[in-house]
């Protein structure tokens, strides 16, 4: 039986590079020979264990290869091409996808978790952390990326772009917004580039990292805000003449800058949440006006399948969006602990990492 290395989650504080049989595939799957792939932050969720996953399944949900087999009944792919997909891998027939909610696609786990039942590879189906990975329903999920872009151009768009982009989507941005993004990290990165791409007059990011609010400048942010430096709310009243922001975007998932977020929007105004949160939330009484304020909050994930990855990589391939330089590290796939430890602590300036078998 031929084997590969994987990266598999033990317990709660505990990965392993292991080895794993080269899986099979079945007739609307895709086995996939990994060239690159990434840590989330949401593995490192998962690695603390707020977010439950079964022991010795494999991680990773940010895939580029190279398309190594194809089932009987993928049609219009060959063995060879060079493809992604996106973390959000939708049957494309149940109910929740046609109806566009790809990423709660009723093909849910086995312990019948359904919220985001799309996200399947590294959450309940083994990911690509690995030399070798399978899409499911390959027909909805796998895209072609063109020859001109390296892997580090496109390792964003799996979940990152696209997670940080349905922010902006989903909070109806408007041209001529206001907009506050709050954390730089690489989602919230992503989303200050797509308020940007969505037409907000202005841009203002918020982050206790210096590095990354210069990361935010290239990325579209026209006002940068340090928390332990400054009074946010005070700063985005000034900007907007006391009114308060149009949208705001959570890309962290704490409760600190959720309220933030409600506090800084002006009423009638639309927080938008992609953040991953490991308890309840409290809203700020003030920032909610009492329930009277009408302001709107959103919450959206990862949209995924072939038609979202051909629409990012569209985006990237006519430049309206860099990304390489988000990758500030790179490691091979033997390393892999050493990677989780560098990204999970957030040393040495790492934004984003690639991990290459």
């Not at 952390?129 to 399978?134: L, N």
Request: charged residues 20%.
């Amino acid at each position: 039986m031929a084997m590969m290395k994987a990266t598999v989650f033990v317990e709660p504080g505990r990965i392993a590079l292991e080895d794993k049989p080269i899986p099979d595939i079945g007739p609307t799957d895709a086995l996939i020979r990994i060239t690159t792939t990434t840590i989330c932050g949401t593995d490192i969720h998962i690695l603390k264990g707020e977010y439950p996953v079964r022991s010795g399944l494999t991680l990773g949900h940010e895939p580029i290869g190279i398309i190594e087999k194809l089932g009987s009944q993928v049609t219009g792919y060959q063995e060879g091409q060079r493809v992604l997909c996106a973390a959000v891998t939708p049957c494309g027939q149940c109910s929740s996808c046609l109806m566009g909610f790809h990423s709660q696609c009723g093909s849910q786990a086995p312990n019948g978790w359904k919220v985001a039942g799309g996200w399947k590879i590294g959450n309940y189906l083994d990911g690509c952390q690995a030399e070798y990975f399978v899409v499911p329903d390959a027909q909805a999920n796998l895209a072609l990326i063109p020859d001109h872009l390296s892997d580090e151009d496109v390792l964003l768009i799996p979940d990152i772009v696209s997670t940080g982009f349905s922010a902006a989507e989903s909070a109806g941005i408007k041209i001529g917004d206001v907009v506050v993004v709050i954390a730089q990290g690489p989602i919230g990165l992503c989303a200050t580039a797509g308020a940007r791409l969505q037409g907000a007059g202005l841009v203002i990011a918020v982050d206790p990292v210096e590095a990354r609010l210069e990361k935010a400048r290239s990325m579209g942010a026209d006002v940068l805000l340090n928390p332990k430096e400054c009074d946010v709310l005070g700063e985005v009243m000034k900007l907007t003449n006391g009114v308060g922001a149009d949208v705001a975007l959570e890309c962290l998932g704490r409760d600190e800058t959720m309220a933030t977020c409600v506090n800084v929007t002006r009423p009638g105004g639309t927080v938008s949440s992609v953040g991953i949160y490991s308890k309840d939330i409290p809203v700020p009484l003030d920032g909610f006006g009492a329930g009277l304020a009408n302001k709107r909050i959103v919450t959206s994930t990862c949209p995924g399948g072939k038609e979202r990855m051909r629409r990012l990589l569209n985006v990237t391939s006519s430049q309206r969006i860099k990304l390489d330089h988000l990758v500030t590290h790179t490691y091979p796939l033997d390393d892999v602990v050493a990677a989780y430890e560098l990204f999970g602590h957030q040393r040495d300036g790492v934004v984003k990492l690639a991990l290459k078998p």
